[in-house]
Nanobody, 116 residues
Framework: QVQLVESGGGLVQAGGSLRLSCAAS????????MAWFRQAPGKEREFVAR????????QYADSVKGRFTISRDNAKNTAYLQMNSLKPEDTAVYYC?????????WGQGTQVTVSS
């Protein structure tokens, strides 16, 4: 069983930055493929970024490319999402997800609100 706990959300003005963290349980974190998704009010959950277990393959949604950076620290069992140049349309609940042994695991989410 993989458990994920997000933190780092909050209220920020447009143009500001936040760093989200996703702490994962288990001794096999280095094998997890990690990703971030978000869900705005009244909208479906959407992909934001993903990183392979080795960190060698990274993908971003076009809407965040150049502003967001996904990373991981295997020694700390933690994944990160650095968000810069935030826009009001980035307002959403952000979820981290892990894929391991063919199964997907989700955190509870952390709210990010960007004021204009």
């Amino acid at each position: 069983q993989v458990q994920l706990v997000e933190s780092g959300g909050g209220l920020v003005q447009a143009g500001g930055s936040l760093r989200l963290s996703c702490a994962a349980s288990g001794r096999t974190f280095s094998y997890y493929r990690m990703a971030w998704f978000r869900q705005a009010p009244g909208k479906e959950r959407e992909f934001v970024a993903r990183e392979s277990s080795s960190g060698g393959i990274i993908q971003y949604a076009d809407s965040v490319k150049g502003r967001f950076t996904i990373s991981r620290d295997n020694a700390k069992n933690t994944a990160y999402l650095q968000m810069n140049s935030l826009k009001p349309e980035d307002t959403a609940v952000y979820y981290c997800a892990a894929r391991y042994n063919g199964r997907d695991y989700w955190g509870q989410g952390t709210q990010v609100t960007v004021s204009s």
